[in-house]
């Protein structure tokens, strides 16, 4: 009951409605339950193709290793190792890989709901179709009519600039990766056989809070930032300053599309000093972002964090441990998990969070409460995005590969 309770107060009432339009559509046809994650998304994928024109072919699928042209904010060697959360800003960068949701039928959106559904739970699924719902009411209700003209979202963005993109052919044998990208939303799945790697994966929105109009009292990505304050709660007044890694606030993440793997060090408090009920909330933290994915692969992810041993994992913390009103910055990081979550971004009230003592307390007095209605999060698998470690793996195994590497080095 306790798990269901959560779900319910994760999925808002609003958007039930119109996110379960295409589940249901799927109960006419025989359904793809009971099969393997990789296995869903090879039948999926196709089904998703066949409904395309040959425009949206073009489109819609490129190979596994086509190489990318350098973009602005960020270069890849190869176009499926492109990736963004502002995708759907054309000053900044404008997707080009993929169909975007706004230019296909509502058929052709009802299969694609099913595709992106194959690799996730209801509670990811949900908090991406929130991301894509919101994007389109929150903006809508964010009072700086300067920023609404700016980024033009009435004319290109909302909730139809997501794309959808495959890369390699759906096979059960050969690598492929589908992604679905738009503004605060990143999902890359690679398949290689019957494993699937689910990394990078970011989640953001503003408002995480709709204040006004009809959907006022939307809460999107509400328990990220509760299970990581119920954790920083638990901690010591040591334990606190340990975690505290710097009283000043970052205003985003650090390992962004530009910046793979980025830290070179644990920082913060490791799990080996922390007691055993509080490796248990730090577990909830890391469970937030792993049971996103379908049960196949989180079971297969807590697994492996697991054998690394919790006690290796490390939870880092920037901004006021004693007030979930303000902006915060924490991280997990641990051999086979990088999580980074911050709403201080593009922040207003005072520059960098409110004054803090040693100890992280907010100081009494009156501050300008800065901005946190704004999220940016991040769920990566350090040395093995992408599937990297499985295509290793792949590529040193194969017979087919292995005889093509042979005539190579013959010739």
Known sequence: MQKLSCLIGRVLFPAVALLLAAPL???????????????????????????????QLQKAQYEFNAMAEPER???????RRKWHYLNSIPTVYQREEGVAMQDMTAEQRILAHR????????QGYFKAANIMIGEKVGWETLPDQGIKDSLKFGAIGGSGAYWLAIFGEPSREEPWQWQLEGHHLALSFTMVGDEVASTPVFWGTRPTVILEGMYAGWHLMGYEKEYAFRLMSSLSSEQKRVALIDQKMSENIFTDPNRLDVFEEY???????????????LRDVIREYVESNDHEIAQARMAEIEADGIE??????????NDIRYPIYFRVHGPSVIIEYVNAVNHGGDKGGVPLDEDGNVIPGDHNIPDSNHIHSVYRKPG????????????????????????EKSN
Not at 73 to 79: G, I, R
Not at 115 to 122: D, P, R, T, Y
Not at 267 to 281: D, I, R
Not at 390 to 407: F, I, K, M, N, V
């Open 25 to 55: 559509a799927a109960h006419d046809a025989p359904g793809p339950h009971g099969r393997g994650v990789a296995e869903r998304c090879y039948e999926l994928a196709n089904e998703w193709l066949a409904s395309l024109d040959q425009a």
């Open 384 to 407: 093995a995005d992408f599937g990297d470690d499985l295509l290793r793996e792949h590529y040193l195994t194969d017979p087919e590969h292995q005889r093509q590497a042979g005539s």
């Open 312 to 321: 290796n994992v490390y939870f880092a913390w920037m901004g006021p441990v």
């Open 267 to 281: 920082e913060g408090l490791a799990a080996s000093e922390m007691s055993p009920a509080q490796q248990e909330l």
């Open 115 to 122: 595709f992106v559904q194959c690799g996730l739970s209801s």
């Open 73 to 79: 904010l960020f270069s890849a060697m190869e176009k």
